[in-house]
């Protein structure tokens, strides 16, 4: 889906956005070139508009090339999709911006105050993915009615999301990890920050206020479906990568006798089961499509659960299987800017991201 000229500004700028620890302007000139914020964006809010489907393969190919920017545009471009779900005529006025951003945290912390005309927002969030240039920041709280918290049908606490223009938000540049540097996914505060209830939105299908597929399909679900193509993608290159390696060591003849065989066997095996791993999502993929493009829109939740269990097990492989080949790599593969040294620091990073983090 990329074409030479794309893929080596991509490369070429990985480097800087390490260093920079966050995107460069040669990344972000090239992520609003090619729209790749609003994959999920309506075309009558200026978005793509992709299936989930082409959406999981856009991902897939950007995070063979460069996992942080993939994982930027993965975040951001998922935050985006929740245009879907808020104010039609200000989701029309904020998506005019060719640059609008969204990104914020999806784990619920702060308090909302209700004074019954607006909502007053403090609190503090972690990892939102892109801070540095985001243009709106999103973020779970609780609802208070005055010092009241306000209970759902069930008794458990109300919460809705919210999303913030970036000058009322107070930036902690705290993101100093080993991988995915350029991620730049900060937490972020707000001390008694009035908003108006139009900026509340619920991300549940039943709130959408588009009427398309992806706004049928549960978020948890979309953002695993979303999340696993960085994996997949990161974990081809570094199984490319280390086999690169063990073509260069097979010109040593007396390494090519004793390991040569067993090697390219061992990777051989995992490209193939990276490939199963593929073809698996996207079979799952094609079978939530189906369902939420059907007339009642249901989807079974054994498939909800395939779905979740899935994902996780292949992380989890995918995280065991990089575990074993990494010691075959050299001390070369613990360089900092060798490649793949950065892929095995993203993957390993990713990996720590909770939703799909099978001990979490």
Known sequence: ?????????????????????QLVA???EIIYENNWFNIWVPEKYNGLELSLLDGFNLIKELSYWDGGL???VTLCSGANM???FINPQIAKSVFD????CFGGSGRANGKAIWDGKKYYLTGTWQYATGAPHLTHF???TFIYDGPIQRLNEVGEPKMFSFF???QHVLIHYDWDTFGLECTASHSFSLENISVEPSYAFELKPSEKKVDSELYNIPFMTFAELTLLPNYLGMYKRFLDLSEKYFFEKSKNLEWSKKYSKSRFHQIDNLQQQSQNYEQKAKNLIQLLWEQVSADEHTISEELLSEITSESRRIVSEIRASVTTIFPLVGISGA???NELNIVFRNIFTATQHSLLNIEA
Do not use: S
Not at 5 to 19: E, P
Not at 97 to 100: F, R, S, T
């Open 1 to 21: 889906m990329l074409n030479e000229q794309t893929i080596a500004i991509i490369r070429d700028a990985q480097a800087k956005g390490i260093q920079a620890k």
């Open 26 to 28: 040669e990344q972000l």
């Open 70 to 72: 993939a994982w930027t």
């Open 82 to 84: 929740f245009c879907g």
């Open 97 to 100: 911006d060719p640059k609008v």
């Open 138 to 140: 999103t973020l779970n």
């Open 164 to 166: 913030v223009p970036k």
């Open 335 to 337: 360089q900092r800017d």
